[in-house]
């Protein structure tokens, strides 16, 4: 590795404290892999915070051109997350066109406004996580086909989403689609039973999606599957929500043992 050590072990500690689950699920990857899923990960967690965290959407912009600028080959200050993942792109082989395309559609969330449709709903997912998944297979397997990236990014990224109600609906975001909503007749973000019915068919798309890794899974080769290892979680959570009265009250955490358990239990 070119990048220094610490820089690796900064992207480890960053994803173990504010993305647990990912970093649980790399447990089950190659031990020489595992930093570079880090770095990956790190990288992840670290814009997809720009928007909770600036007071303005330019603000947002500006900390998002840095990692566009970053991966052009600009300049510009390093920092830890910086270093790994340049490093991780090098040493695997990595894409960065797929990186800079996550980037983008990282835009969307900066704003106020909900996807028009399902369809583009499902497009932000595969721009997204759905890179996450493609990239960490490429870590694991270079010649992987990718197969479970996008059905599985759908899932993962929607689940995820739903999750976060609450907190996007504090800031006036809504996650609903404008066609989910309009079919269901939701107006605003209050508990009501048009928004209960909506996320109901969020969280059968989400759970169609999973059926599709599943079924992709099969066709996958065995040195890639770990980066798919994740996906073990989303029906926890999903059945959470099945079972919750009040879409925007933030659910309880679910005890850490079972989700290890569920990890464990993977069939990946």
Not at 50 to 69: K, S, Y
Not at 240 to 258: G, K
Request: contains cysteine; glycine residues 6%; hydrophobic residues 45%.
């Amino acid at each position: 590795m070119t990048a220094s050590p610490d820089s690796y072990a900064h992207c480890e500690a960053l994803l173990r404290d504010g993305d647990k689950d990912r970093w649980l699920a790399t447990m089950f990857a190659p031990a020489e892999k595992r930093p570079y899923l880090h770095a990956l990960y790190a990288f992840n967690l670290e814009v997809s915070r720009i928007a909770g965290q600036v007071t303005q959407p330019l603000l947002g912009e500006m900390r998002l051109q840095f990692w566009t600028d970053l991966l052009n080959g600009g300049g510009g200050e390093q920092n830890p997350v910086a270093e790994a993942l340049l490093d991780t792109l090098d040493v695997c082989r990595l894409h960065r066109e797929v990186l800079l395309e996550l980037l983008e559609a990282r835009l969307f969330d900066l704003y106020d406004e909900p996807h028009p449709d399902l369809e583009a709903l499902d497009h932000y997912c595969d721009l997204t996580c759905g890179a996450l998944f493609r990239l960490a297979g490429q870590i694991l397997d270079p010649s992987a086909p990718g197969l479970a990236a996008a059905p599985a990014g759908r899932a993962y990224a929607l689940t995820g989403l739903m999750r976060a109600l609450p907190w996007l609906a504090a800031e006036h975001k809504s996650l609903v689609p404008a066609d989910v909503a309009a079919r269901h007749g939701v107006r605003g973000l209050q508990n009501s039973p048009a928004l209960r019915a909506a996320l109901e068919e969020l969280r059968a798309h989400a759970r169609e999606n999973l059926g599709k890794t599943r079924a992709a899974l099969e066709r996958t080769p065995a040195a890639e599957r770990p980066a798919y290892r994740a996906l073990a979680l989303p029906k926890l959570y999903l059945a959470q929500m099945d079972d919750a009265a009040d879409p925007l009250a933030p659910l309880p955490e679910i005890a850490q043992w079972r989700r290890q358990w569920a990890l464990l239990r993977a069939k990946v």
